[in-house]
């Protein structure tokens, strides 16, 4: 493995940074984490534009669709560089997920009518995979789509939809054979939001954020042509959309940013009353946290450089997965012990909370982050099996 970056990932992540300059209010600090309220709605659409002209949305794609064609490792360095600015506007399940699994399962007609769009920022995608008993098990789920001429009628219901309530499509998977096994007879669906019969009820996290919702089906008319891949045969088209988004890079160089913010508060409180940077034991686990935060990017560098030289980065996507959510974790429960009681400022009054909120949110947001994208208890199954060999 060779981690070192050459002239051309340099200059991407300058151009980030001049892009984050020209086209972001300034001074820019990012959302909180959610996008929340009409303002931040229209810039995040309007950043996704621009983002889409700029080609970073679909860096790694193939020319040929709209893409790039960059490498993974510039791909990951994009990534990176986003990430650490807290640039809004990606569609995760839009570029990272569905358009590329649409470029390798869909149609020619499915390619034409949904790739562009992705490609230019022009559309918001969510995703039903989950129901309310169909999570880390997610072959167990019920929601039913049944042949009624040359339309599928879909009933049930999805959970934990991000941005459902943002959404213009859906791309979700249904029961279309209750006799098959587990596995089998479950087929992958285009679904247009606003399609009659289709209730979206908002969750709440515990850090008052709206990022999931609850998705309702009740008779939901949608095209057999909607179908992506084949008939009963979504489970495996569904693998291939998973694995494109391999990379914890994000996650890991927000909880970076979030480290060096907190070390920047921390030092202008020094020569305070009761300054935290005083506490040797304070200083001790900043540094620790500044280890594994660096450990955790070397992890997904790793799985950046598998993907460029063609190998399958099974077990070390889930190990970087593991480590960078557990940081997230281990970085809010650590920031929120040495800042004290002043971390307990609510996020929304910014202003007068340290750092503008964000340790808060960090600690109750981060809560979920194991959960989230595959258990960490599924994930230490993946790396036994699939990393060490252990039987099942």
């Known amino acids: 493995m060779d981690f070192m970056f050459g002239p051309e990932h340099d200059n991407l992540r300058q151009e980030v940074r001049d892009f984050v300059k020209k086209e972001l209010p300034q001074p820019w600090d990012g959302f909180m984490g959610e996008v929340d309220g009409p303002e931040e709605l229209a810039l995040d659409k309007l950043v996704r534009k621009k983002l889409g002209r700029k080609g970073w949305l679909t860096f790694a794609w193939p020319k040929e669709y709209g893409g790039g064609g960059a490498d993974h490792i510039m791909q990951m360095v994009l990534n990176e560089e986003l990430s650490y600015n807290r640039v809004p506007g990606k569609d995760g399940s839009g570029n990272a997920f569905i358009g590329p699994c649409i470029i390798v399962h869909g149609s020619e007609e499915q390619k034409k009518v949904h790739v562009p769009p992705i490609a230019r920022g022009e559309v918001v995608w969510c995703q039903g995979f989950s129901e309310p008993n ?17 339309d599928y009628v879909i009933n049930g219901t999805k959970i934990w939809t991000t941005f459902a309530h943002y959404g213009d499509w859906m791309h979700l998977l249904c029961r279309t054979d209750p006799n098959a096994e587990k596995h089998k007879g479950i087929t ?67 909880a ?63 190990i970087a997965k593991v480590f960078s959510t557990e940081l997230n974790q281990r970085l809010g429960r650590t920031l929120m012990e040495i800042i004290g009681l002043k971390g307990l400022h609510y996020h929304k009054d910014r202003k007068r909370a340290p750092v503008l909120g964000r340790i808060e949110h960090q600690f109750l947001h981060s809560i979920a982050s194991t959960i989230g994208s595959g258990t960490s208890e599924i994930q230490r199954n993946v790396i036994a099996w699939r990393g060490l060999g252990l039987p099942r």
């Open 256 to 318: 970076r940013r979030l480290l060096d913010d907190s070390i920047t508060y921390l030092k202008s409180q020094t020569g305070t009353a009761h300054a935290p940077l005083d506490k040797p034991m304070a200083r001790y686990k900043l540094a620790d946290l500044v280890v594994q935060s660096e450990a955790g990017k070397v992890l997904n560098y790793r799985v950046g450089w598998m993907q460029r030289t063609g190998k399958a980065p099974n077990a070390e996507a889930s």
């Open 188 to 254: 992958y669906f285009l679904l247009d939001m606003k399609t009659p019969g289709i209730t979206v009820k908002p969750l709440l996290n515990v850090a008052d954020g709206h990022i999931f919702n609850q998705c309702f089906f009740d008779n939901v008319r949608v095209p057999a042509k909607n179908i992506l891949g084949q008939l009963n045969r979504g489970w495996y088209a569904a693998a291939t959309a998973l694995d494109f988004e391999r990379s914890s890079v994000a996650s890991s160089s927000g």
């Open 134 to 150: 169909a999570g880390s098990d997610l072959a167990s789920l019920q929601t039913a789509a049944v042949k009624d001429g040359d």
